[in-house]
């Protein structure tokens, strides 16, 4: 059966991932020296190798590129400048979801020798599940993918349900059963994830990451107000009859926003991994709202389209260039929150 959710748009068109992908890389370059610092401080070569010259670096949730090969040179960079009495060489292993589009991502890689220095191989699966061999990985980072669930929280299309999210796409603005909801799916997904990288990560090896967070739990993330937007264009189009009531009930959008108390009780409950660093990061920018609907297709359209089919997410997607002017602000404030976090397999 066909994953519910989708990847990134791939390909290098108008609406790709690749083209429409600024917010994600501006959230990466935010923590790049904190990425290079961390493996300064925090990485003993001599003990994580032993005998080995591969060193093993793994994206989790890539997408199709570019940002990842810029957060793979960083973390290479940072680990060739360390002291080390043998050659090194690198790995890297891309992960996405299986309908990621790994034939652009390997098409657009840099070329080997010259401007990749690297041997690169995709591992196609969810990475809430076992990826790589027991410690066979020494730096596994991923940026902004962790804020994706496993699957819509259990409840959410069920009438009669207490968190029956009926005429709604997220949490955001919804009742209190429906983030709990949310919430407790995130949980389960973070024990999961955790779970598989401690016997993936080698001992002394790091877990890097970046993801969106809230300041607090009653605090909105930005782009959640994206979400009601394209919530109020399906609803918009329930009331002229193009679309039926019980396809915007049955749909909901798997992305969470946790709060930054939350990651940091969910992290300290995993005994594996000491707590290196975990910082708040600010992302500021503005973008104008059509570039943030361009955004939002790149990263939703396919999730969109396996529910509603992909008729009427271009319809949803029209509506929603003409009516940007209801976007709150002409030029939205994308500024965010984020959290940068590093961690060490014991
Ligand atoms: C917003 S994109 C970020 C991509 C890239 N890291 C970047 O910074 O540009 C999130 C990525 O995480 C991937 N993803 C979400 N859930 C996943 C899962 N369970 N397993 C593997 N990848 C996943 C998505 O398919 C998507 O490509």
């Known amino acids: 059966m066909a994953e519910s959710i989708s990847p990134m748009n791939g390909g290098s068109g108008t609406y790709s991932y690749a083209r429409n992908s600024t917010w994600q890389r501006n959230g990466a370059l935010i923590v790049e020296d904190a990425v290079k610092e961390a493996v300064a401080e925090s990485l003993d070569l001599a003990k994580l190798l032993c005998e ?24 290479i960079g940072a680990v060739q400048q360390l002291k080390c009495d043998r050659s090194l060489e690198f790995q890297v292993a891309f992960n996405d979801r299986v309908g990621n589009d790994f034939n652009t991502l390997f098409a657009s890689l840099p070329e080997h020798g010259r401007n ?17 061999p027991s410690s066979s990985v020494h ?38 059963a429906v983030a709990r909801a949310y919430e407790d799916q995130f949980e389960e997904d973070m024990e999961v994830f955790f ?48 679309l039926a009531q019980e396809r915007v009930d049955s749909f909901n959008i798997p992305i969470v926003f946790p709060w930054v108390e939350q990651v940091r009780r969910l992290l300290e409950k995993n005994k594996c991994f000491e707590i290196v660093k975990m910082e708040k990061v600010e ?14 297709r790149a990263g939703l359209e396919g999730t969109l389209s396996n529910h509603f089919g992909s008729e009427i997410v271009e319809q949803v997607f029209e509506r929603a260039i003409q009516q940007q002017h209801n976007l709150q602000v002409k030029h939205i404030d994308i500024s965010s929150t984020g959290i940068f976090v590093v961690l060490r397999r014991n």
């Open 116 to 132: 990749r220095n690297y041997f690169a191989a995709a591992v196609a699966g969810s990475f809430y599940g076992r990826l790589f």
């Open 139 to 176: 730096i596994a980072y991923s940026s902004a993918s962790l804020n994706w669930l496993s699957k819509v929280p259990e409840g959410l299309t069920a009438e009669g349900s207490p968190a029956w999210n009926a005429a709604k796409i997220h949490y955001s603005g919804s009742s209190d």
């Open 195 to 242: 779970r598989c990288r401690a016997q993936e990560i080698a001992a002394g090896g790091l877990r890097l990451f970046n993801m969106a967070v809230v300041p607090s739990k009653d605090v909105q993330h930005r782009i959640a107000s994206l979400f009601t937007f394209i919530e109020s264009i399906l609803i918009d189009m329930v009331k002229e009859g193009v």
């Open 283 to 296: 992302i500021a920018g503005k973008r104008d709202s059509k570039t943030s609907v361009m955004h939002i």
């Open 52 to 75: 080995s010259n591969t060193f093993v670096v793994a994206d989790l949730g890539c997408s199709v590129g570019p940002n990842t090969f810029y957060a793979m040179e960083t973390i």
